[in-house]
């Protein structure tokens, strides 16, 4: 039983910060797993993003949802911010054509305490990362401040925990409502994706 929970708990930490060998594999899992993929594309599809507009990326992982970012934005600019410097190798891989046309753009960093380059931003996401920051209601804040008067952000969450229910994506939901109005960037719409468990998308507007 030991050994089983410090297995979880190495297996859990790796998702909040790849590195090493097994970062590469939960980069590899993350991002060929298809409700991961559905639901990176789907809350890209929420944040209806135009051609020519700036977006970013907070713990952008093996970078799914930039590549899809980039396709929408194909005359604009997409940055990417992940603690992971396995991350970061894996979504330069998987975006490297943008990456060089110098449309997508990756950042090295901690949410907190960073300095993101290309902004104010027309929009922001973070899928399945949120719970993980110091201090998220804080660093909601700052995004806003990164963000455009009227830019939009979405905050997306599915549970991943053994046994996760819709209970559970809901009150994910009402948490991640709760810490943008926190920030001062009260939330406007909920949206949820019917898979197992559901994923919750929250998304709100800069005043
Ligand atoms: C569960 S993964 C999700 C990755 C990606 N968004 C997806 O849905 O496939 C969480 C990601 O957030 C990153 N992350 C966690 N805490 C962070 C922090 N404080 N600053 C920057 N990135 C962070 C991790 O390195 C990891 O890549």
Do not use: Y
């Not at 991961?36 to 929420?46: K, P």
Request: aromatic letters at 2%; hydrophobic letters at 45%; charged letters at 20%.
């Amino acid at each position: 039983m030991a050994i089983k929970q410090r297995i979880l708990r190495r297996t859990v930490r790796q998702f909040h910060e790849p590195s090493g060998p097994a970062g590469h594999v939960v980069g590899w899992v993350m991002s060929t797993r298809s409700s991961n993929v559905q639901r990176s594309r789907w809350a890209v599809g929420l944040l209806d993003v135009r051609p020519s507009e700036r977006v970013v990326e907070f713990g952008c992982g093996p970078g799914v949802a930039l590549a899809a970012l980039a396709r929408r934005a194909d005359q604009g600019l997409v940055v990417g911010v992940d603690h992971s410097a396995v991350m970061i190798r894996q979504a330069g891989r998987r975006n490297r054509a943008a990456v060089r046309a110098g449309r997508v753009r990756l950042v090295h960093a901690s949410v907190d305490g960073m300095r993101v380059p290309g902004g104010p931003f027309d929009a922001a996401l973070a899928v399945n990362t949120v719970g993980m920051w110091p201090e998220p209601a804080v660093r909601l804040r700052e995004i806003g401040g990164l963000l455009r008067p009227g830019g939009r952000i979405a905050l997306v969450s599915q549970p991943r925990c053994p046994g996760a229910t819709a209970a559970m994506s809901a009150a994910a939901a009402e948490e991640l409502a709760a810490l943008l109005e926190e920030a001062g960037l009260g939330a406007q719409r909920v949206e949820m994706l019917d898979l197992d468990p559901p994923v919750a998308c929250v998304l709100a507007v800069r005043p």
